[in-house]
Structure formats: C-alpha cells, structure tokens
C-alpha cells in the first residue's frame, strides 16, 4: 500500500457520521448521506489534509456504512471497513463510549496498523442487488412457516376447517407467500444470469451434492463470487469450521476447539448442506459411516464434511469445470 501519512476514523450511524483526523485532534459530524459525503472531503481539503496519503478507517455497519464505501472507492479515496468487534478488542478497558471517542479510538486503530491494513473493496452492486433479494426470502420464509405453524395449531380445535375464517385466510395466506417466494426465486435467477462470472459460478457450485440454490447463492454473497477469500481453507475458519488449539504450558492441553466467533447462517446452512451430502453422495455417506463406526462423534465427522464441500465448491469454482463424483458407481 501506498505511504499513509494521515489517518481518518469514521463512526458511522443510520443519520450521521462523525469523522475525526488523527493527527490533528479535529472532529466534525456530518449526514450519512451524498451529500454529507462531498462535505467531508471538503471539509478535509480545507484541513490541508494530502487525501493521496489518507486512509480512511470505518467499522462494517452492514448497509448504513454501504454507500459511504461506494463514494470513497469510486473517488478513488483508499478506505478500510473493518469487523467492529476487531476495533472494540483493540481498544482495550474502555469506561463510557460517545460517537465522538469511537472516531478517534478508530482514527488511531488505523495509525497503528497503517503499514498492515490492506484497502478495502465494495462488492458488486449486483451482489447488494442479490443480497437485498435474499434478505426478502429469508423473511418471506419466515412468515410462511409462522402461518403454517399457526394453522397447524388451529387445525387441532376447529371442528369445521371449510367453513373457518381464520383457516381460510391463514390457508391463502400460505398459498400468496408461496407465489412470492418463487416470484423472488425468479427475480435472484434472473439477477445472476446478467453477470457471466456470478452464473458460471453459481451453477459450478450446484454441481456439488448437497449444495442447493440457498447455499449456492449465500456463497456468492459471502465470498464475493469469489473473489474476497484466498483459499477454501480461509472460507472454513470464517464459517467457524476450523479447530484451533486449547494450550498454555503444562496446565491447559485442551482438545482442539472451534471458535465461537463466526459467520453463524453459513454454518448452519453448511451442516444441512452436510446432512443431505451424507444421504446422496455415496462417498461422503460411506465415509460418515466408516468413521462414526470407528467411534469418531457424529458431529465431528459431520464437520470434516461441512469442510469437504466448502473444499469441494472452491475446487469447481477454482478450476472452472463441474464438480465429478469419483465413486459415483458404488453399490
């Protein structure tokens, strides 16, 4: 990375952002929004900071810091949006909290790694476009299994389910759900056929047993299409999928652990994705039984194959051809 001779840390909230430069002590709030964004660099030009040599520093805020990573890219203005919890641990015993203080604590988290931190990139805005679909399913899905729930209930008391009016609205509710459901399903399969490189790669890794058209886009999402982890190996620490080692001289010798500190949807999607790999793909089922029969525990076996099919998508995606099973003639 270029030299940075000036660090700015920014607290970003849904209505404001409080900017601080670190080697002037200056602070300043303006609104999250366009043209707040043109008044900082105003703001800062007025300062006399050299923005060739500045680097912006923000924590991930989800969508309220989206727009501000899109100005500060596009501008050309090297930016790092950080995991608040990396910057919150750094900061060390810390007593009362203010906008004003979380600026400069992340002003001077920058300064002291500026030789380290690696800018940072937006993702595609059709990935957000993706992303903003599949937060709509996941919420339809939601209130459809909340409806069936509720009926199910129902069913149970009500004498009469045809001529019931609960039933019959929570039964089209149901069925209007169901139709926005496959309504978003479309609009997402349509989104990712527009970009060459998404579709390429959502449909190589399908090819893997037990990854589904959930999965498959998460994965998208959540690497970038790719592009934001080095290796499958990374990808499997992120979802919380590595053990790493309990031990300190000769009083703690743990068994290795995963950490608690991990991306929990795609764990979860994975270990499903893991269950239905063991029914449909007879290597994986052949091994999950070889090993759980060797007294191995079912979850660290169903582990080491959440691990083979993040290993398994990265390899297709990696090498641009479907995924083959070996064994696929095995009684």
Known sequence: ??????????????????????????????SNDSKGFKQIISWLSKQKINLEETLFCFEHTGWYCLMLSYFLYENNHRYCCINA??????????????DKADAWEIANYAWLRRDELVPSTP???KLIELQRMMSLREQLVKQQTASKNLLKGMAEIVDDELQDVSMTILKE?????????????KAMNEL??????????????????????VLAVQMLLHTHNYTRFES???????????????????????????????????????SMSAISAIQHDKELKLYYQKRVEEGKPKMVVLNIIRNKIVSRVFATVNRGTPYVEMNKFLA
Not at 85 to 98: A, N, T, V, W
Not at 173 to 185: D, F, G, V, Y
């Open 1 to 30: 990375m270029k030299k940075v001779t000036q660090t700015i840390g920014i607290d970003v909230s849904k209505l404001t952002l409080d900017v601080f430069i670190r080697t002037t002590n200056v602070h300043k709030q303006f």
């Open 85 to 98: 919890i990396e910057i919150k641990r750094s900061m060390g015993l810390k007593r009362g909290k203010s």
């Open 123 to 125: 993702p595609a805005k």
């Open 173 to 185: 509710t149901i069925n209007h759900s169901e139709k926005q459901i496959l309504a978003t399903e």
């Open 192 to 213: 990712i056929k527009q970009d060459e490189t998404m579709v390429t790669n959502y449909k190589l890794s399908k090819t893997v047993k037990g990854v589904g058209m």
């Open 232 to 270: 499958s190996r990374q990808f499997a620490a992120y979802c919380g999928l590595v053990p790493y080692p309990y031990q300190s001289g000769t009083s703690i010798n743990g068994r290795n652990k995963i950490h608690p500190i991990s991306d929990k949807k795609m764990k979860s999607l994975l």
